[in-house]
């Protein structure tokens, strides 16, 4: 069964408005969370590696003010998009380690943001 | 700079047998993964690699070749459901995990 829930799994909102995205590793805890966008036909782009208790860590070109990230439990970390413009339309996947760090990554299922 | 390549798209009919290759170049290497993303979906975990040699799982394997940056997963006995992309990745030095761009396989009756 899935060991990583993300929440919700799509969204359509006006451009503007901030959409606030869950994920949750379900039967273990994760110090550690990962958050990817795709777009259309494109790889996997990490944005950002989310840590328990402390600040994200953001790859380059990835706005930490524009995507929030806060992972303030073992088992939650959850990413806002402030202020979302159609530019921000894409595939928004989590991640997480069920174990160490040569695990492998067990993903929930996206959300797919529609800016209009 | 790290890189890893895989075909951009393969084509195969049901019931045969594919072999999708993968080459990397990364500062250090801590194993080697390989998922199955249908359109629309997240990717799910297939193999994971960090000796050198073929691991067997069902219809699915996957080999690894340290000394020369190359696995590849080997598909058999086709059906129309593996059509996918297949991505393939490797965890560096930093336990980094870097992402190739992904093959997509089209099954054809």
């Known amino acids: 069964g899935a060991v990583v829930s993300q929440h919700p799994s799509r969204v359509i909102c006006k451009s503007g408005t901030s959409v606030k995205i869950e994920c949750r590793s379900l039967?273990?805890?994760?110090?550690?969370m990962f958050w990817y966008r795709q777009f259309p036909k494109q790889s996997l782009m990490l944005m950002a590696t989310?840590?328990?208790?402390?600040?994200?860590?953001?790859e380059q070109g990835v706005e930490k003010d524009k995507f929030l990230i806060n992972h303030a439990s073992l088992t939650l970390s959850t990413l806002t998009v402030t202020s979302a413009h159609p530019e921000d339309s894409s595939f928004y996947i989590c991640?997480?380690?069920?174990?160490?760090?040569?695990?492998?990554?067990?993903f929930g299922d996206g959300t797919r943001l529609s800016i209009l | 700079g790290q890189n890893i390549d895989q075909p951009t798209e393969m084509t195969a009919t049901e019931g045969a047998i594919v072999q999708i290759n993968c080459t990397y170049q990364?500062?250090?290497?801590?194993?080697l993964f390989w998922y199955q993303q249908h359109a629309g979906e997240a990717p799910t975990f297939l193999s994971y690699?960090?000796l050198d040699g073929l691991e067997e799982k069902g219809r699915f394997s996957s080999f690894l070749s340290r000394s020369k940056g190359y696995s590849y997963l080997l598909l058999k006995e086709l059906q129309m459901k593996d059509s996918a992309s297949y991505l393939c990745?490797?965890?560096?030095?930093?336990?980094?995990?870097?992402w190739g761009a992904g093959t997509k396989l089209i099954i054809k009756p």
């Open positions: 989310s840590n328990e208790g402390s600040k994200a860590t953001y």
């Open positions: 990364t500062s250090g290497f801590n194993g």
């Open positions: 991640s997480a380690n069920r174990g160490t760090e040569n695990q492998p990554q067990h």
């Open positions: 690699n960090v």
């Open positions: 990745a490797v965890l560096d030095s930093n336990y980094q995990l870097i």
């Open positions: 039967d273990f805890q994760a110090t550690t």
